[in-house]
């Protein structure tokens, strides 16, 4: 099958930055969009950004101009760099996305999760 694992979270100060990683390792076939989503203490999971498979991104309004999303389709990993971090930007960081993978004699899409990343930012 297919794993997600995320790294790269951590403390950090307001205006500060960070970059998060997120390997997928298994017998895959095809990335297709990946996505990462954050959720705060008490608040509902939120979408932060996506990269597709080609070249499309897209991000949450209030990570515009500060948040990159990218991937390396060599190394099956997608990054998450984040500028100019906000206490509001705190949160457990999760990746995701659909990915096509070998099962025995055939292929497979499904959708998989990582176990997730803490991010704090804070003075």
């Known amino acids: 099958q297919v794993q997600l694992v995320e790294s790269g979270g951590g403390l950090v100060q307001p205006g500060g930055s960070l970059r998060l990683s997120c390997a997928a390792s298994g017998s895959i076939f095809k990335i297709h969009t990946m996505n990462w989503y954050r959720q705060a203490p008490g608040k509902q999971r939120e979408l932060v950004a996506s990269?597709?498979?080609?070249?499309?991104?897209n991000y949450t309004d209030s990570v515009k101009g500060r948040f990159t999303i990218s991937r390396d389709n060599a190394k099956n990993t997608v990054y998450l760099q984040m500028n100019n971090l906000r206490p509001e930007d705190t949160g457990v960081y999760s990746c995701?996305?659909?990915?096509?993978?070998?099962?025995?004699?055939?292929?497979?899409?499904?959708?998989?999760w990582g176990q997730g990343t803490q991010v704090t930012v804070s003075s």
């Open positions: 995701n996305g659909i990915i096509t993978y070998y099962d025995i004699t055939r292929l497979v899409s499904d959708e998989f």
């Open positions: 990269v597709a498979s080609g070249v499309g991104r």
